[in-house]
């Protein structure tokens, strides 16, 4: 994303004023802003400064789309290296089933990295994944270290 501005002369066509360019969900975008009716290519002109506020604007509500749709793939899709049967449909978080020695399977909701814990607990027995998720996230899973957690031990 990026506001580049053409004075007279370095554009190859002639143009004149700023170029907004943006690129995310796809998609690229760019818009233009005119400034060949100022009398002066400085912001002394009311022309050439309300154009370039509004290229600028205009790059600020893309940075703002663009961030907005990093966010919604967040926290509604896997990382890529999630495996499939791992996958809770959100970045960070994973599901699996663990056992112990010889002690029965017990469900797992893990958070952060968990190559860093030295112990996985399970959640509480009868609680299904969905209300772990929920308790974990609203703070009432518990911090194994360097940014790991476990959902419900």
Request: proline share 3%.
């Amino acid at each position: 994303m990026a506001v580049t501005y053409y004075g007279p002369g370095e554009h190859p066509v002639g143009f004149i004023g700023f170029r907004v360019t943006a690129g995310f969900n796809g998609d690229f975008h760019q818009r233009y802003f005119s400034t060949s009716a100022a009398a002066q290519q400085a912001d002394e002109d009311v022309i050439f400064l309300s154009r370039r506020l509004e290229a600028e604007l205009q790059d600020l509500e893309w940075r703002r789309d663009s961030l907005q749709y990093r966010y919604q793939r967040f926290v509604s899709e896997d990382h890529s290296n999630t495996l499939p049967e791992r996958g809770v449909g959100v970045h960070g978080i994973t599901a699996a089933f663990v056992r112990r020695g010889r002690g029965a399977l017990a469900s797992l909701l893990q958070g952060g990295q968990v190559s860093s814990c030295n112990s996985l607990s399970p959640i509480i027995k009868g609680i299904s994944i969905l209300q772990a998720f929920l308790r974990g996230v609203g703070g009432g899973g518990r911090v194994l270290g360097r940014g790991a957690w476990s959902a419900f031990c």
